[in-house]
């Protein structure tokens, strides 16, 4: 099955979208995730990246389009994925559309009160990329699971919150309308407990 899923920074896209590879074994395509993989690595596509990505914009149409074309020509995508952060402008979904079939488009809702506890709140390890909330965390400076040191992302700030969740209304949210005309799309309301959203997001998906 070929998934995408649609919804605001902070909508739990990853979290989801890591448990379905975990458990069915479909791969997870993180543009998010890619791109900071390049920053790290300082490659030229790295480097080109992490001004939009620091600053909560999007990173230009060209250079997200190549690296999800390459992506989803590797083995590992040929029998389902999971796209997490792809489409996020129209362009995108319009370019997605020429290289692959998309079956369910998975719309994740939440209310802004939500995003902005989440990322606030977000902390990443380093080393195993394990992702927590502050709140739950005895010391959030350390990896509860491997002892790595736990990070906030630069762009968790709260200024650039905002930002992202206006950046996601003006270009990305028209992509809802988007896919209601092709029928793929399907809604579920994610701002409770993770454990619950993910059953609600299994149902959604019929798997
Ligand atoms: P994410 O991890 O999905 O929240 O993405 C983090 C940042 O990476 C975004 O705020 C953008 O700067 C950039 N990014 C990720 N996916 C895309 C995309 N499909 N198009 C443009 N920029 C993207």
Known sequence: MNIIFLGAPGAGKGTHAARLMAEKGFPQISTGDMLRQNIAEGSALGLA????????????????????????????AQNGFVLDGFPRTVSQAVALEELVRIDVVLNLKVTQQT???RLGGRRICAACGKVFHASRLQDDQVCPLCGGQLIQRA?????????RLEVYRE?????????????LLKSVQVDGEAEKNYRDIMKALGI
Not at 61 to 69: C, N, P, S, T
Not at 155 to 163: C, F, G, S, V
Not at 171 to 183: C, D, F, S, V
């Open 49 to 76: 990246a992490k001004g939009y990505i620091d600053a909560g914009e999007l990173v230009p149409d060209e250079v997200v389009i190549g690296m999800v074309r390459e992506r989803l020509a590797q083995p590992d």
């Open 115 to 117: 995003v902005l506890e």
């Open 155 to 163: 762009d968790d700030k709260p200024e650039t919150i905002l930002h």
């Open 171 to 183: 270009q990305t949210e028209p992509l809802i309308a988007h896919y209601q005309k092709t029928g």
